[in-house]
């Protein structure tokens, strides 16, 4: 006779990475209906490891913890890896979106991140840890948010770089 066996069909779970998450902006929003109007709350949250990785998410509710949780749900959907090199980006890089425009440099170790409100959420919780940033146009914390990411995802290290135009790292340095 053959043996039942029970076969633990549980799946592994995948390590959890621990994020943190800060709200950059909490609007209240207003839809005006026959009776008069109805608010509502949208939030802005950015959530990262401090190790390279970030996302931002909206999230729409009528109560605001409810908006938070939702906009966390998002970002959490939405994370991207950051290229750091060396506690920097790798260079220069502008990011646009919509009416927000900001400037990126690599800075010096012991520079620290000189950039202002939901821009240097965003760096902090990326793990940039010295970085200059300039806001050359707007001050809207969701086109600053969407100009950040912007600019991050067109950020490249010297290593993808290198591998796409087929030479070794060694090759890009100038002498």
């Keep these: ?3 039942n066996k029970k076969r633990d ?6 390590p959890v990475v621990e994020l943190e998450e800060k709200v950059v902006a909490i609007n209240r929003v207003a839809k005006v209906v026959k009776g008069g109007r109805r608010f509502s709350f949208s ?29 966390s749900q998002v ?4 994370l ?17 979106f919509d009416a ?17 409100g939901a821009c240097r959420t965003i760096l902090e ?9 300039k806001s050359l ?13 912007n600019a991050l995802t067109n950020l490249r290290s010297a290593a993808q770089i290198a591998s796409a135009r087929g030479v070794d790292v060694k090759g890009l340095r100038l002498k």
């Design 80 to 96: 991207m890896a950051v290229p750091i090199d060396n506690g920097t980006i790798p260079h220069n890089i502008l990011g646009e």
């Design 125 to 133: 919780l990326a793990g940039v840890k010295n970085v200059l940033t």
């Design 43 to 71: 939030a802005l949250i950015v959530v990262g490891d401090k190790n390279g990785r970030v996302g931002y998410g909206l999230g729409k509710a009528k109560e605001v913890p409810d908006a938070i949780r939702k906009a």
């Design 100 to 116: 927000g425009k900001i400037l990126f440099k690599p800075a010096a170790e012991g520079t620290g991140i000189k950039a202002a």
């Design 137 to 149: 146009r707007g001050n809207n914390p969701h086109n600053i948010v969407k100009a950040t990411f």
């Design 9 to 14: 069909t549980r799946k592994e779970e995948a």
């Design 1 to 3: 006779m053959a043996e």
């Design 75 to 78: 970002a959490t959907k939405n």
